[in-house]
């Protein structure tokens, strides 16, 4: 009856350190995961600023200048009372383009907007060309009627139709590069084309987006260890995102690209670097960043929350070897050899419940993604965290099984020297 009574009491404590032990590798494995170099280096390939932002990167491979970009997309547009059509219009066309290539080899940018400058350079360079072939003298005569002198004719029909078809070229937004904060309107265009436009446009996106990951990691860190150890004031230590750190990281990249600092200073441009920065990039940017850490945390749970940090503020392994080691030991008092034996089963039940978690990977994914905000899940981390804390089982499953191989010995040993304790007594008999 005894042995029966023993038996029972082993079997409680049995399954109680089989729990402990799978409770401990995992506790263990939380707080080793929040160590913050791994912290560090899980968040390292964090990037949400790409998806946040939602900019569409400029696109294009070929190596070209500005005069051969327009020489693609400006169509010669005739003037038949002048005959300038086919091969002399395109001729002096060609040397409009040429003179927006001298101007522009004088100059540094293109400020917002304002093409009349190049216009006044295609034109004078038109006129020089025209002059030189003769094509402007005499007068216009229409139905018998004198319209007067066609170089005066045509300095009042060219220039505007000039002017018309650039800003025509640019709101395509072909040619020149672009500078923009939205994604969509330009700030600045640069004198640059192909290649070398689309790389100035992207600049600017990508130093955003990586500027953005870079503070959501920090944010993301700081969320973490709120979450789990309360290590930080959340409504004092929210990071903020400022217009004038935006506009700083704009300048010094339009700079970088040519514009000019009396341009970066001007009221025009001052007002639209503001303006897109408060309707496009703040807006995107604060959807989670400007949020206080605690308005992540359900009321419902705050007390679990606090009972948790109470646990993973504490260095646990030495209550977690107390407890186990306990919990063996005692079982090793009530039953004796029995102990033995149901210790190391309940090693060997903790081996295999450590060593079978990795196959359930899949599902517990699933059953994170039902729990967790999209907001985390977007940091693309949750697999990482998962795949550590697996690997922290696999690990110490093997140190279980260990463990269990042990007891068997010791269970083994103790039998043995039992039966031979046993022996002279019966001999004596």
């Known amino acids: 009856m005894g042995k029966i009574i023993r ?41 949400v600023g790409e998806k946040t932002l939602g900019y569409k990167k400029a696109e294009e491979d070929r190596e070209m200048s500005v005069g051969d970009a327009l020489r693609e997309h400006y169509v010669p547009q005739n003037i038949s009372l002048l005959f300038i059509y086919g091969d002399v219009a395109q001729e002096l066309t060609d040397a409009g383009i040429q003179g927006i290539e001298e101007y522009l080899a004088s100059e540094t940018d293109i400020v917002i907007h304002d093409f009349s400058k190049l216009a006044d350079a295609f034109v004078e360079a038109y006129f020089k060309k025209a002059k030189e072939t003769g094509i402007l003298n005499g007068h216009v005569r229409k139905n018998g009627a004198d319209l007067g002198p066609k170089e005066a004719y045509a300095r009042e029909a060219v220039p505007e139709r000039v002017l018309t078809t650039i800003e025509e070229i640019v709101s395509e ?47 993301a860190k700081g969320l973490l260890y709120y979450v789990l150890k309360g290590e930080q004031d959340a409504d004092d230590k929210a990071f903020s995102i400022s217009e004038e750190d935006i506009a700083d990281l704009f300048v010094k990249i339009a700079e970088q690209n040519g514009i000019s600092s009396e341009d970066l200073e001007s009221p025009d441009a001052k007002e639209e670097i503001s303006r897109q920065i408060n309707e496009y990039v703040l807006p995107r940017m604060r959807q989670v960043i400007s949020d206080p850490y605690s308005t992540w945390v359900d009321d ?14 504490m260095d646990l392994r030495i209550p977690l070897g107390i407890l186990c080691g306990g919990l063996l030991l005692l079982m090793i008092l009530i039953g004796r050899k029995i102990g ?29 993604s039902k729990v967790l905000p999209d907001e985390i899940q977007d940091l693309g ?23 269990a191989g042990i007891l068997l010995v010791l269970r083994l040993i103790a039998q043995l020297f039992t039966k031979k304790k046993s022996e002279p007594e019966t001999e004596a008999v």
């Open 7 to 47: 038996a029972f009491f082993c079997l409680i404590l049995c399954l109680l350190l089989t729990a402990s032990l799978v409770a401990s590798v995992c506790v263990l494995g939380v707080s080793q995961m929040l160590d913050e170099e791994n912290v560090t280096d899980i968040l390292k390939n964090v990037s």
């Open 340 to 368: 033995l034996g149901f210790g190391c089963f309940s090693a060997l039940l903790a081996s295999v419940a450590l060593l079978i978690a990795p196959f359930y990977r899949q599902h517990s994914l699933d059953q994170l």
């Open 381 to 403: 981390i949750t697999e990482t965290v998962l795949d550590q804390i697996l690997s922290f089982m696999s690990e110490y499953g093997l140190y279980c099984l260990a463990l």
């Open 173 to 219: 937004g072909t040619v020149f590069g672009r500078m923009s904060l939205n994604g969509k309107d330009a700030i600045f265009y640069t004198a640059t084309a192909g290649r070398e436009a689309a790389e100035a446009e992207n600049a600017v996106y990508t130093s955003l987006e990586n500027w953005y990951d870079q503070m959501y990691r920090e944010y």
């Open 300 to 313: 419902s749970v705050e007390s679990v929350m606090k009972v948790a940090r109470i646990f993973l503020n």
